[in-house]
């Protein structure tokens, strides 16, 4: 399952008709866009544990895969 198809703490973007993280990866650079992909990696971990009722490790991870899918190789 691709990080797009799913999502964690709810189904807000998922519902969406274009997730803004669709949106945001075509309007900005590939460097730019990772970027914001690694910051949201560093507030979710630097977050977790400190906020109730958020799931902030599982959002972690879950940028981490999209990181990854944006990230892999053309030839893999």
């Known amino acids: ?3 797009d198809e799913k999502q ?3 189904t807000h ?3 969406m008709t ?3 993280w669709t949106v ?3 309007v900005l650079t590939h460097e730019e866009f990772v970027g914001f992909l690694k910051g949201n990696i560093i507030k979710y971990g630097m977050r977790s544990g400190r ?3 958020t799931d902030d490790s599982g959002k972690l991870q879950h ?3 999209k990181l990854a899918e944006v990230e ?3 030839w893999a």
Do not use: I, N, T
């Open 18 to 20: 274009v997730q803004p």
């Open 72 to 74: 892999k190789p053309l």
């Open 63 to 65: 940028y981490l895969e």
């Open 13 to 15: 973007y998922k519902d």
């Open 8 to 10: 964690v703490g709810g």
């Open 24 to 26: 945001m990866q075509a």
């Open 51 to 53: 906020k109730d009722g």
């Open 1 to 3: 399952m691709s990080a």
